[in-house]
C-alpha cells in the first residue's frame, strides 16, 4: 500500500505544478490597444506620450481587482505630425495586418542615439518592428491615440466601421466634440474651443476689457479664431490689434462641434 502510494504522487506533484502554473498562465489574457501619437516630433512632447501611456497601463494592471484575469498592453506606433502616415499606418493594420511598431520593448530614454534634441524618426526607426495581430492575443481592440486632430480626423470613420474606439489625449480640434460625426470619439484633452471662453472669463474677472490676439499662421488655429470670436462676444472683451479674421479659411468643419 505505502509502495503503491509513493508510485503514485510521485508523478502526480509535478503534474499538479505543471497544471497549477497553465492555470494561472491562462487566467491573464491580453488585451492590445492601437496606440498611434507622434512619438518622434521635434519636441519632447511625443515621447513623453508613450512614457506616459505605458504609466498609465502599469497602474491599471498593478490593480488586480480592477480588470482581474486581463493584463493591458499597447502597440505603440509613430504617426509623427502627419495625418496621411496615421491613416496609412491605421488602414495598414486593419487591411494588411501589418505594424510597424515602435522601438518596442526599448526604454524610450535610451532612444536618441545622435543625442541631438528629442528622439527622431531617425534615432529610433531603426528599432521598429513589423508585427501582426499574432503578435498581440488577434488583434487590438481600441485605439489610444490618433494623434494631433487631423490624423484622428482621417482615420474617425473607418475606425467607427471597424468597431474600434478612440480615445485621445492630444486631439483637441473642437469639430471632434460632433458626436453625429465622430461617434466612436473621446478624449482626456479639453477641446480648443473651451479655452478661449475659460480664459477670457477669467481675465474679466481681473479687470481686463480689451485684448489682443497673437496667432501662428497655421489652419491648427482656425478653430480657436473661431471660438475667440464667439467668446470676445459672449464676454464684452473688446479685440484690439489688426482684425486678420478675414485672412483664415474658415472651412466651416472646426466650427460644427463647438460647445463651448
Ligand atoms: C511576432 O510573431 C512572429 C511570428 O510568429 C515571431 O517570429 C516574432 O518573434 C513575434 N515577435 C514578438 C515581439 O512577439
Ligand atoms: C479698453 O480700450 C478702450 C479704448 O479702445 C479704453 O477706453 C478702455 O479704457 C480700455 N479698457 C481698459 C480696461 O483698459
Known amino acids: 500500500m505505502a509502495v503503491f502510494s509513493m508510485m503514485v504522487s510521485l508523478p502526480v506533484l509535478p503534474m499538479l505544478v505543471i497544471a497549477l502554473v497553465l492555470t494561472t498562465c ?32 502599469d497602474e491599471i494592471n498593478k490593480k488586480a481587482d480592477l480588470l482581474p484575469g486581463y493584463r493591458l498592453r499597447m502597440a505603440h ?15 495598414g493594420n486593419l487591411f494588411k495586418d501589418t505594424y510597424e511598431v ?6 524610450p530614454l535610451t ?27 488577434g488583434g487590438p481592440v481600441g485605439l489610444i491615440g490618433g494623434g494631433r486632430s487631423g490624423g484622428t480626423m482621417a482615420i474617425n470613420n473607418v475606425a467607427n466601421m471597424a468597431n474600434v474606439p478612440i480615445v485621445s489625449a492630444l486631439s483637441s480640434n473642437p469639430g471632434l466634440s460632433d458626436r453625429s460625426k465622430y461617434p466612436n470619439f473621446w478624449r482626456t484633452v479639453m477641446p480648443d474651443a473651451q479655452f478661449a471662453g475659460a480664459w477670457m472669463a477669467t481675465t474679466k474677472v481681473l479687470g481686463f476689457s ?30 484690439k490689434g489688426v482684425d486678420l479674421s478675414e485672412e483664415f479659411e ?3 468643419e472646426p466650427l460644427e462641434g463647438f460647445a463651448g
Open 102 to 107: 515602435f522601438a518596442p520593448g526599448l526604454d
Open 210 to 239: 480689451n485684448m489682443t490676439v497673437v496667432i501662428g499662421e497655421t489652419s491648427v488655429w482656425t478653430p480657436h479664431a473661431a471660438s475667440v470670436l464667439r467668446q470676445s462676444e459672449a464676454h464684452g472683451m473688446a479685440l
Open 26 to 57: 491562462a487566467a491573464i489574457e491580453d488585451i492590445w490597444f492601437f496606440g498611434i501619437e507622434p512619438y518622434t516630433i521635434v519636441v519632447p512632447v511625443g515621447l513623453s506620450v508613450q512614457i506616459g501611456k505605458e504609466l498609465m497601463l
Open 111 to 137: 532612444l536618441n542615439r545622435d543625442g541631438v534634441g528629442a528622439v527622431s524618426y531617425d534615432d529610433s526607426s531603426i528599432f521598429n518592428e513589423v508585427w501582426t495581430s499574432a503578435n498581440m492575443s
Open 77 to 91: 506606433q509613430d504617426g509623427q505630425c502627419s495625418a496621411d502616415r496615421v491613416s496609412n499606418m491605421f488602414l
Open 250 to 252: 474658415w472651412q466651416g
